[in-house]
């Protein structure tokens, strides 16, 4: 009986024992876990897109106009002859492409547009001979331009009587727009929802007339006549 209680008392220690190595061990581990350099190297990047850069440009203007008179079996008898033409779809207008509308921005640096029409000649030569002739000063060549389709900010000239040799610095200028217009708040090309555009629609309606008294060199032959040669340019206005 004695040495069954001897036993029991000495189970004790070894079991303090082994609670006590298992603490020191768990102990050592966990300051292990937070030794060495913990430095981690961060690098950034970004991205941005971009759009056109706005730009003005004019279509519709026609390379040649042909003018006639309204009565196309009326041939000319020595009195006056009329001769009338147009051009109906000249657009003038702002985009980040050479598709009309096409989203761009100024980028800030905003550039009005104006047309400047100068002209080289002051006749009407006429052809087979030139018994049919005519001097501009005799009977001037006009041309009316109506506004069509043009926003408010435009500006336009409404007509230009051409009745010598151009010369110059005076051009006439049928239609522009100052810079302070196209950067105003009612216009914006570069909105992603709805972009707006300050483009000017407008035509050129022409006429003349054969002066009366002429005799032609070759009656009854059909005659032609070459006259002033136009020419439209579209300059920034700043």
């Known amino acids: 009986m004695r040495k069954k209680k001897l036993a029991a008392l000495f189970a004790i220690p070894v ?21 060495g350099d913990a430095s981690t190297p961060i690098t950034t990047t970004a991205s941005a897109e971009t759009i056109e850069m706005c730009g003005w440009r004019i279509s519709g203007v026609e390379s040649s106009i042909t003018l006639a008179n309204t009565d196309p079996n009326l041939e000319y008898v020595g009195s006056e002859y009329e001769l009338v033409g147009a051009d109906e779809d000249i657009l003038i207008y ?5 598709v009309a509308d096409t989203r761009c921005s100024f980028y800030g640096e905003y550039k009005g547009a104006q047309v400047k029409v100068s002209w080289t000649g002051s006749s ?16 001037n060549l006009s041309i009316t331009y109506t506004d069509t389709a043009c926003v ?26 100052p810079a302070t217009a196209v950067g105003a708040a009612a216009y914006s090309p570069d909105s992603v929802n709805s972009p707006t555009f300050p483009s000017c629609g407008f ?6 007339a054969i ?10 032959t059909p005659y032609t006549f070459a006259g002033p040669a136009l020419t439209s340019t579209l300059v920034l206005e700043p």
């Open 203 to 208: 035509s050129a309606a022409y006429a003349t």
């Open 15 to 35: 079991s303090t024992l082994l609670v006590i190595v298992g603490t020191q061990s768990s102990f050592i581990a966990s300051a292990v876990g937070i030794e």
């Open 124 to 139: 009407f030569v006429s052809s087979p001979d030139t018994s049919m002739g005519w001097l501009l000063s005799a009977e």
């Open 152 to 177: 408010p900010a435009w500006v336009t000239d409404p007509s230009l009587t051409i009745a010598g040799a151009f010369v110059a610095g005076d051009e006439v200028v049928p239609a522009m727009i």
């Open 211 to 220: 002066p009366a008294g002429k005799v032609p060199t070759d009656p009854g």
């Open 94 to 98: 702002l985009s980040g492409d050479t």
